[in-house]
C-alpha cells in the first residue's frame, strides 16, 4: 500500500514538471505565470493563543465608553440581556441597579445628595417624619390621642389602618344601621344588642381593626347573655343604660363615622432656595426617590424581559410614548428646581402625579409679589402649558430643572413706571435663609 502512495506521487510530480527535455537541447528559462493567475492560498484559522489574545483585546475594548448605541437588533438584545442579568444580580442582594449606583461607596467626587429623604408632615402633631418612618408615627399619634377623644381616634383607627376601602365602606354603613335602629327605636331591646357570632357582623363589622374600641367608646360593654329557648350561652354588645339619654351623641358618632377620611400625611416640599449656580442642573437623589419593594423588582425585571421581544419590532410612534409613559409611573415622587432670570434657584419635593398647577402655585407662594404673570418653560424651554397634566406625564421625573420666565409686556410697564424693584422677586425671608448649591 505505501508503494502504491509513492507512485501516485512520483505521478502527480512528472505530470507538473513541464514539458520534458534532451540533455543535447541548451537549457530552457521557466516562462513567469502571470501573478494574476495565482491561486491565493487559503486562510489558516487563527492559532488558540491567537483567539485567546483577541479575545482579551475585545473585552479591554467594551471597557471603554462607547460613542454610540448599537444599532443591530441582535446587538440590541443583547446589550438588554446584560442588564436584565445585572439587575437580577443586584434584586438578589436586596438592591435595583438604580441602588447600585447611588449607594456605591468607591465613587470617587460623588457630590452631596440633593435632598437628603423624602419627608413628611403628622397632620396631629406636626412633626416632621422620614418617609420611612410615617406609618409608625401616625400610628402612634392615634393611640395618644385616645385620651382626649377615644370616639374620635377609634374612628381614625377604622378609617386609616384598614386598606381595603371597599371593606371599610360596607363595614361603616352596616355599623351605621345598628345605631340608626336605636336611634329610631330606643324602646326596643333588641336593637341595643349586638350578637358577636352574627354571621354579618364577623364578615362585615368585626374584621375591621379598631370596631371594637369604637364599640366601647361610644358605650357598648360585652355581656355573656343566654341563648332564647336554648341552654348555651353568647357574648354580646350590650349598650348601656346611661347611653339612652344621649342618643343625639349617638347619632353625631354615627355622622362622624360617616363622614371621616383616613388620616395620611402631608409630604413635606423642603423648600430651598440657592444661589446661582452652575451646578443648578445636577441631582443626586437618595434611595427614597427610587426605593422599590421586592414586589416592583421583579415586575421591573419582567416588563425589561419583554422589551428584548420589543427591540426586534417596530413600533408606531403611540407604542413608544405608552412605554415611556409606563417607565415615568415607577416613580412615586420628584424633585424639581426652577430657576429665576437673576439666577436664584427654587427648589421642592412633589408628588410624581401632582399636577404642573401645583408647581405654579408653589413658585407663586414664593414671589415677594405674587399677583406678577409669569410661565415656566422645562428642559428644553418647552413651554409648561397645560397646567392639568401630571409631573410623570410631563417627563419631569424623577428630578427636573425649569425656567421661569416673566411676562414680557407687564415687565416693559414696571420698567417704564420708573419705580425701584427689589433684587430679587422672591420673599425676604425665602433670601434670608439662601443656601450654595454643592
Not at 105 to 129: H, K, M, N, R, W
Not at 289 to 301: D, G, H, P, S, V
Request: proline content about 6%.
Amino acid at each position: 500500500m505505501r508503494k502504491f502512495f509513492q507512485e501516485i506521487k512520483a505521478d502527480l510530480k512528472f505530470k507538473t514538471a513541464g514539458p520534458g527535455q534532451k540533455l543535447s537541447e541548451p537549457s530552457r528559462v521557466p516562462k513567469e505565470k502571470p501573478k494574476a493567475e495565482a491561486v491565493p492560498k487559503p486562510r489558516q484559522a487563527p492559532t488558540d493563543e491567537a483567539q485567546m489574545a483577541a479575545a482579551a483585546a475585545l473585552a479591554r475594548m467594551e471597557l471603554k465608553p462607547k460613542a454610540k448605541l448599537p444599532s443591530s437588533q441582535e446587538a440590541i438584545k443583547n446589550q438588554v440581556r446584560k442588564e436584565l442579568m445585572a439587575e437580577a444580580a443586584a434584586s438578589e442582594k436586596g438592591l435595583t441597579a438604580q441602588e447600585e449606583d447611588l449607594t456605591s461607596p468607591d465613587q470617587e467626587g460623588a457630590a452631596a445628595l440633593s435632598v437628603s429623604g423624602v419627608y413628611f408632615i403628622c397632620p396631629l402633631t406636626g412633626t416632621v417624619v422620614k418617609k420611612d418612618k410615617k406609618e409608625k408615627h401616625i400610628r402612634e399619634a392615634i393611640q395618644s390621642y385616645f385620651s382626649v377623644d377615644p370616639v374620635a381616634a377609634s374612628i381614625m383607627e377604622i378609617h386609616t389602618f384598614n386598606k381595603d376601602r371597599e371593606k371599610v365602606r360596607v363595614g361603616v354603613e352596616t355599623m351605621a344601621k345598628y345605631l340608626d335602629n336605636i336611634y329610631l327605636h330606643p324602646e326596643e331591646e333588641k336593637y341595643r344588642k349586638i350578637k358577636l357570632q352574627n354571621k354579618v357582623f364577623q364578615e362585615r363589622i368585626s374584621c375591621l381593626e379598631g370596631i371594637h374600641r369604637f364599640f366601647q367608646a361610644i358605650g357598648f360593654e360585652t355581656k355573656t347573655l343566654p341563648v332564647p329557648g336554648q341552654e348555651t350561652t353568647e357574648e354580646y354588645y350590650v349598650l348601656k343604660e346611661e347611653m339612652l339619654t344621649k342618643l343625639e351623641d349617638l347619632k353625631d358618632y354615627k355622622e362622624q363615622l360617616l363622614s371621616s377620611e383616613p388620616v395620611r400625611a402631608q409630604l413635606d416640599r423642603q423648600l430651598c432656595v440657592f444661589k446661582p449656580s452652575p451646578e443648578a442642573a445636577r441631582f443626586e437623589l437618595p434611595n427614597d426617590f427610587y426605593n422599590l419593594t421586592a414586589e416592583e423588582i421583579k415586575r421591573e425585571q419582567r416588563l425589561r424581559t419583554e422589551a428584548v421581544e420589543k427591540a426586534s419590532m417596530l413600533r408606531t410612534r403611540a407604542m413608544r410614548e405608552k412605554e415611556e409613559q409606563r417607565e415615568m409611573r415607577k416613580y412615586n415622587y420628584t424633585l424639581l428646581r426652577v430657576r429665576f432670570p437673576d439666577g436664584y434657584i427654587l427648589q421642592g419635593t412633589f408628588y410624581a402625579r401632582e399636577s404642573v398647577s401645583v408647581l405654579y402655585n408653589f413658585v407663586r407662594e414664593a414671589l415677594r409679589d405674587d399677583w406678577l404673570p409669569f410661565e415656566l418653560l422645562g428642559p428644553g424651554g418647552l413651554k409648561l402649558a397645560d397646567e392639568k397634566l401630571a409631573f410623570n406625564e410631563c417627563g419631569l421625573v424623577p428630578s427636573a430643572l425649569l425656567t421661569l420666565a416673566w411676562d414680557a409686556a407687564v415687565m416693559a410697564d414696571i420698567q417704564a413706571s420708573g419705580e425701584e424693584q427689589p433684587a430679587s422677586s422672591l420673599k425676604p425671608e425665602l433670601l434670608s435663609r439662601v443656601q450654595t448649591l454643592t
